[in-house]
């Protein structure tokens, strides 16, 4: 049985989506601020959106090169969008805003190569 790198990292994602969404509306609901509290949200909600297609991409049979590359921005436009926004809201250094928007591109492109694989498939 080969391992499914995509599904374990889905996973792992999801519960740091969860415990980071637990993290802010409990522990750091008086410290983050109005603007603290916006980006934080915006960051789980990311996080969480994109967790779907990840998912779905692991349970895809023989998705190919697309399907890995889907995945991989998808994991990296995560971490990169929703990371810099959970450190905005902790650090208030507003040059980490900078990294933000590579993410949503990487993120724009998983979603790319998940519509060029169902347009390859049908």
Known sequence: ???????????????????????GAHALKETLGPQGTEWWRTAVLYQGLHLAPLLALSLLPGGGRLALAAGICFLAGTLLFSGSLYALALSGIRGLGAVTPVGGLLLLAGWACLAALGLRRG
């Not at 080969?2 to 980071?20: C, F, I, K, R, S």
């Open 1 to 23: 049985m080969q391992l499914n790198w995509l599904w374990v990292l889905a996973g792992l994602d999801g519960l740091l989506m969860v415990a980071l969404g637990a993290f």
